[in-house]
């Protein structure tokens, strides 16, 4: 009798050990600039005094985030062969951020906020275009029986790097308790840990294989598909959509602003409402008018242009039964989660007064250990619940969760006494004197997080469902970047109104907000149940 190996699983060689951790550093170079343009930027943002409205507006540098698979065909078009094959573009991106953290950190966001606000916005850029090469070599360096483990080891990576940038930076910052460090030295720092990545990426990265050219004028792959178009053509289609978007953004600038200003004067006349959240509302109504005037205006240009990397796409997502429903759903399953936690940096700091070692320890360093385990038990919990009835627990607890943080801000701090966290010094983080943790606070975080994580683990498998029956590797980093869309586009809805009617009602907004998707997927159970049955048949084709 032979024994042969087992296919699905990875056998843990020199060589799969190397790649194993190239794919875990990787990682954590993809999560480390995510926070230096969300949470930390906004601690020190609110450090400088800037009013919520402002704080909620600057989170629109995350846009990029939303809209990479419009460049992400471009990088791998482009992409040099050989030893430089993805490794040339990790380079340059990296090197890139690490210039641009060293730009913000000498500016003043109080003095220059126009400026900050466009520095941050190339650091968003750089970092999204990271993800992309990142994304690409993972799935190109592991094989078939080490993708599992190599996601995990991946995403455990991105998670210690925001816990990293996200969550001990505030405790260095915090004057009293911390290392008193500012936040212009927190993003030197930063710069120079990308300098190292990028070192890593030179020296220590497994080599891919390379790729088989293709003549210009043979099919890409095989004799259904279409002829290779030239680079020239592919750039003047991403110039064209750029273009589009440039002009979208100068109507909404000429036309977009006075024109919701005459719109809602009648509503604000007589109303309490300061002039500076008046203004604010009207910059929000131009934000959406404008990226309903945008949108059209782009796909316009990519069919003019022949864009084909982004048009293809397009046709093939939408030629799906269910195409629009689907991606409505990715776009509103986290999107409570998401408007709670959107200001939740000033919420602790500002509007609850927490210091910021204590917000540092529970919400970014214990939070996102929580958010580990939660997806882990998510994962766990999915294999006997299945993915809609996944989908459907967890999504109740993410909008269980957020009354957490509405019974925090009617009055629920101190109510369930205090933790002491001990005196620590571990050499790149330390806390000088022992220091209160407040219970009803580590509740509520933990709560959120937890089922948070939950929640993140189901959506990630949706999205996985539907990229293993119908979609490419391209439509999977489409449907990725519509994920983020509640995580980004928030924030501007956010800072007004929490500003406008006050921490409480915020957090039964957002509990409203998450009720919309638990509707969808009633709506879409036995599709979703079709995606999960249809999954299961084909793992147990491969057995």
């Keep these: ?134 994304d690409a070599y993972r799935t190109d360096v592991l094989s078939p029986a080490e993708r599992g483990l190599g996601a ?31 936040w212009p030295e927190v993003y030197r720092f930063m710069a120079w840990l990308m300098v190292g990545l990028a070192v890593v990426s030179l020296a220590l990265l497994p080599r891919l294989p390379d790729l088989p050219d293709l003549p210009e004028d043979t099919p890409a792959g095989g004799a259904t598909a279409p002829k290779r178009r030239s680079a020239w053509q592919d750039l003047a289609g991403f110039a064209a959509v750029v273009a589009a978007v440039a002009m979208g953004v100068e109507l909404t600038r000429r036309f977009g602003q006075p024109a919701a200003q005459t719109l809602l004067a009648p509503v604000f006349e007589g109303s309490t409402l300061k002039p500076a959240l008046q203004q604010r509302w009207a910059d929000l ?68 007064g927490y210091p910021a070692a204590e917000v540092g320890v529970v919400n970014k360093v214990i939070g996102l250990w929580l958010t580990i385990f939660g997806a882990l038990l998510g994962g766990a919990l999915m294999f006997r619940l299945g993915l809609w009835r996944s989908l459907m627990v967890f999504g109740v607890l993410q909008l269980l969760s957020n009354f957490g943080f509405w019974w925090l801000a009617t009055g629920g701090k101190g109510s369930i006494g205090a933790m002491v966290l001990p005196a620590f010094d571990w050499g790149f983080v330390k806390i000088t004197a022992a220091t209160q943790v407040d219970g009803a606070l580590l509740s509520a975080v933990a709560f959120d997080n937890l089922s948070g994580g939950m929640g993140t683990a189901a959506h990630v498998a949706f999205q996985m469902a ?18 983020a869309v509640g995580r980004v586009w928030v924030g501007p809805l956010a800072g007004v109104l929490a500003e406008s009617i006050g921490w409480p009602s915020f957090f039964l907004v957002s509990v409203v907000l998450a009720v919309p998707a638990l509707l969808m997927l009633l709506w879409l159970r036995s599709a979703v149940e079709d995606l999960d049955r249809r999954d299961t048949a084909a793992t147990a084709a491969q057995a």
């Design 152 to 182: 995990s080891l991946a995403v455990m990576g991105y998670r210690f790097a925001m816990i990293l940038s996200g969550g001990v930076t505030l405790i260095w910052t915090d004057s009293v308790q911390g290392g008193g460090w500012t």
């Design 285 to 352: 109504l131009a934000l959406l008018a404008g990226i309903l005037v945008t949108l059209p205006m782009v796909v316009w240009a990519a069919r003019k242009a022949r864009f084909d990397p982004l048009l293809d796409g397009l046709r093939s997502y939408f030629s799906i039964r269910g195409a629009a429903a689907f991606l409505v759903f990715i776009i509103l399953y986290k999107i409570g989660d998401a408007f709670a936690v959107s200001l939740m940096t000033p919420f602790l700091l500002t509007g609850m």
């Design 466 to 483: 539907l990229c293993q029956q119908r979609f490419t590797a391209t439509q999977y980093a489409l449907l990725s970047a519509l994920a």
């Design 1 to 134: 009798m032979h024994l042969t190996a087992d296919p699905a699983r990875p056998r843990l060689t020199w060589t799969s050990l190397h790649r194993l951790v190239a794919v875990t550093l990787l990682g954590f170079a993809s999560g480390l600039p995510l926070a230096l343009t969300g949470q930390a930027m906004q601690a020190w943002l609110t450090t400088e005094g800037l009013s919520l409205s402002d704080i909620g507006f600057l989170t629109l540098v995350g846009v990029p985030y939303t809209f990479k698979f419009i460049w992400a065909p471009l990088m791998d078009r482009f992409d040099a062969g050989g030893w430089w094959r993805r490794r040339g573009w990790l380079l340059v991106t990296q090197l890139l951020l690490a210039l641009a953290l060293l730009a913000i950190a000498q500016m003043s966001p109080k003095a220059s906020l126009t400026a900050f606000a466009m520095l941050g916005l190339t650091i968003a850029f750089l970092s999204a275009s990271q993800d992309i090469v990142i």
